[in-house]
């Protein structure tokens, strides 16, 4: 975990997660904190703290999840997957609906027919070379335009604001789709949330009808954690790794992988302006966490084997 912060200094393109949590193996609070040690080195050594947008932390994943800061092998032979990045086909499906039970039976049609395009092209690469094919992550993942929007898909689906009252049914609703269609899943296969990564998410956010703490509601639904949410740049480490905990702890009582990507952005105080200048995000405001952490819990502790 030390070594990370040079890794990814030195490079451009290479990400690493830290798997301190998973149902096997229990909790490692040790590593929880060390990897908040090393998110708070590289905010202060990276410009604007970017090189956090490759690192992260992970609760319960799985092998070959195909999303970098998340991807692992297992095993001798070469395996792959596929994700997807499709927000796109909710709110499509959300807008030529009559009313919320059509949408959800054209959402479960339109995953079926892009997923058996997708396993058409595998097959072929299966049979060319001689590598195995794990399945698809097929995540309902956002592109910071609004026509790409899992905000703009719940709120097309009749709630006020993404993070307002009858967001977690709207949630409810698109993870319920995507378990129901016919598809060869794997990973995540839910809906993905990055703060920064959705225009609507982003906006909301800023807005203050979407918090930290909203997310970790979603993500025992549908979501996939903690993605792409800036935070003030002096937030503590313990207090970093103890939202890690509550993570890990989610992801193990519900058995879902589970990622975040927390992003102290150096100088920044909650509500000032974050942007970082990249096409796949959006501009948006620091997002507060609580100011509250578990110090005296990391202090004397180190590892909790979970009791399956």
Do not use: C
Not at 82 to 108: C, S
Not at 119 to 133: C, R
Not at 135 to 163: K, M, N, R, W
Request: charged share 15%.
């Amino acid at each position: 975990i030390h070594a990370l912060p040079r890794v990814i200094q030195d490079t451009n393109i290479v990400s690493s997660g830290v798997l301190f949590a998973d149902r096997y193996g229990g909790v490692n609070l040790a590593a929880a904190r060390a990897l908040a040690e090393t998110v708070q080195q590289l905010a202060q050594a990276t410009t604007n703290g970017q090189g956090n947008l490759r690192l992260a932390a992970l609760a319960n994943v799985p092998p070959f999840v195909p999303f970098p800061p998340a991807a692992y092998h297992q095993g001798s032979t070469p395996a792959f997957s596929i994700a997807t990045e499709a927000a796109d086909l909710a709110l499509a499906a959300t807008t030529e609906a009559r009313n919320i039970t059509d949408a959800h039976k054209k959402l479960v049609r339109a995953i079926e027919n892009v997923s058996f395009r997708i396993l058409n092209i595998a097959a072929s690469l299966v049979d060319d070379h001689n590598v195995a094919f794990k399945g698809i992550d097929f995540s309902l993942t956002p592109y910071p335009h609004e026509d790409h929007s899992i905000g703009a898909a719940v709120e097309q689906l009749g709630i006020d604001a993404f993070g307002g009252s009858g967001t977690l049914f709207a949630m409810t609703f698109f993870a319920n789709a995507i378990r129901q269609a016919n598809v060869h899943r794997v990973a995540f296969s839910g809906v993905m949330l990055p703060v920064l990564g959705d225009a609507i998410l982003a906006r909301r956010a800023e807005e203050g009808s979407l918090s930290v703490n909203d997310l970790m509601l979603y993500s025992a639904i549908g979501g996939a954690g903690l993605d792409l949410i800036p935070i003030p740049g002096a937030t503590a480490p313990d207090e970093i790794a103890a939202v890690y905990l509550d993570m890990a702890a989610l992801a193990l009582a519900t058995n879902k992988p589970l990622i975040a990507r927390l992003l102290p952005v150096p100088g920044k105080a909650v509500g000032q302006k974050v942007d970082f200048g990249l096409a796949g995000l959006a501009s948006g405001r620091v997002i507060p966490l609580k100011n509250l952490g578990a110090q005296k819990l990391f202090e004397h502790n180190s590892f909790l084997k979970w009791e399956k």
